[in-house]
C-alpha cells in the first residue's frame, strides 16, 4: 500500500506558467483534500472533495482549480502562477475525522 | 469556525512525560477535539483524537477537561522522533480541518 502519493516532490515555476500538482491514493477513501503551507504556518485548506464527481472551495482557493477524476485521484491545478503561491502543497485523505497526508509538493514560482 | 489556542513552543527531555496544552473555549457540542503532528518535511500525522472522555492509544493519551475548553495531550515518554509541531484541531463539518500554528516540540538528549 503506497496509501497518498503526490509527484512532482519540487517544481519551479516562472510567474504566468501553469502546472497540475498530482495525487492518487489506494486507501479507498471518499473524501480528498489539498492544503497548502507557508513557512511558520500551519496548513490551509484550498478545496475539498467529499466523493468521487463532488469538489468545493476551502479556506484559500482564488488561482486554484481541481479535478477528481476519480475515486483514486485528485489534482490541483495553477492556471496562471503568481510567486504568492510559492508553497509546500499536501494532498490528503480521509475516513470518518482522521486524514491520511501525502509527503507534499514543493512549489517555487519566480 | 471554533479556534484552539497552543503555546508556540515547549522543551522536554528524551524518556520524560510531556504534556502539550490547547484552549478551546468555543468548542460546540458536536466538535470533536483532534492531535495531528508534523515531523520536519513531512506531511501531518494523525495522532490521536476525542470528544469527550479520556483517550488512550499507542502514541499518546488524550485528556479532556470536564467543561471541553481545554484538553492536554500526553505523550509518556517523550523520544527524539516526537520532536515535531502538534497541533490541536477541532474538526469543522466535512471533516475539514483548520489548523493553527501549533507547538514546536523540542526533545533534549
Known amino acids: 500500500n503506497a496509501g497518498v502519493t503526490q509527484t512532482p516532490k519540487f517544481q519551479v515555476l516562472k510567474t504566468g506558467q501553469s502546472m497540475t500538482l498530482q495525487c492518487a491514493q489506494d486507501m479507498n477513501h471518499n473524501s480528498m483534500y489539498w492544503y497548502r503551507q507557508d513557512p511558520g504556518m500551519g496548513l490551509r485548506l484550498i478545496y475539498y472533495s467529499a466523493s468521487e464527481g463532488t469538489t468545493d472551495k476551502g479556506e484559500v482557493p482564488n488561482g486554484y482549480n481541481v479535478s477528481r477524476l476519480n475515486k483514486r485521484e485528485f489534482s490541483l491545478r495553477l492556471e496562471s502562477a503568481a510567486p504568492s503561491q510559492t508553497s509546500v502543497y499536501f494532498c490528503?485523505?480521509?475516513?470518518?475525522?482522521?486524514?491520511?497526508f501525502g509527503p507534499g509538493t514543493r512549489l517555487t514560482v519566480l | 469556525d471554533a479556534k484552539t489556542t497552543q503555546p508556540n513552543s515547549m522543551e522536554s527531555n528524551e524518556e520524560e512525560p510531556v504534556h502539550l496544552p490547547c484552549n478551546h473555549s468555543?468548542?460546540?457540542?458536536?466538535?470533536?477535539i483532534h492531535w495531528y503532528r508534523q515531523l520536519p518535511s513531512q506531511g501531518p500525522e494523525y495522532v490521536i483524537h476525542?470528544?469527550?472522555s479520556n483517550v488512550n492509544n499507542r502514541m499518546a493519551s488524550l485528556a479532556i477537561a470536564e467543561d471541553r475548553k481545554s484538553s492536554t495531550l500526553i505523550l509518556h515518554r517523550a523520544t527524539l522522533r516526537d520532536a515535531a509541531v502538534y497541533y490541536c484541531i477541532l474538526i469543522t463539518s466535512y471533516g475539514k480541518l483548520t489548523f493553527g500554528q501549533g507547538t514546536i516540540l523540542t526533545v533534549h538528549p
Open positions: 476525542g470528544l469527550t
Open positions: 468555543t468548542i460546540s457540542g458536536t466538535d470533536y
Open positions: 490528503a485523505t480521509s475516513i470518518y475525522t482522521e486524514q491520511f
